[in-house]
Nanobody, 121 residues
């Protein structure tokens, strides 16, 4: 079993910054990708940023230049530094991982429980 535990999030004023962190633990043979998604009220879940092993990060257009994703493969963690936050960034943010299970070698997709980010105007 693999778990993703998120931390960070909270309430911040527009223009402020927050940092989200996510740690993967459990039966992990290989982490192929880690990233962050978000879901705003009444909207579908969308990709925010993602890092595939051996590739440069990708970002959704609305956060480019403001958010930075970083992975620490030694610790199986992924962080999302969010600067210049705007009210439209308000959402539940979910950590996501594509990985290979150590016991079965099956490819799995795992989600965190979500952390709320609220940006006030």
């Amino acid at each position: 079993q693999v778990n993703l535990v998120e931390s960070g999030g909270g309430l911040v004023q527009a223009g402020g910054s927050l940092r989200l962190s996510c740690a993967a633990s459990g039966s992990i043979f290989r982490l192929n990708a880690m990233g962050w998604y978000r879901q705003a009220p009444g909207k579908q879940r969308e990709l925010v940023a993602r890092v595939v092993t051996g590739h440069t990060p990708t970002y959704t257009d609305s956060v480019k230049g403001r958010f930075t994703i970083s992975r620490d493969d030694a610790k199986n963690t992924v962080d999302l530094q969010m600067n210049s936050l705007i009210p439209e960034d308000t959402a539940i943010y979910y950590c996501h991982a594509d990985l290979q299970d150590m016991r079965t070698y099956r490819f799995l997709e795992v989600w965190g429980q979500g952390t709320l980010v609220t940006v006030s105007s």
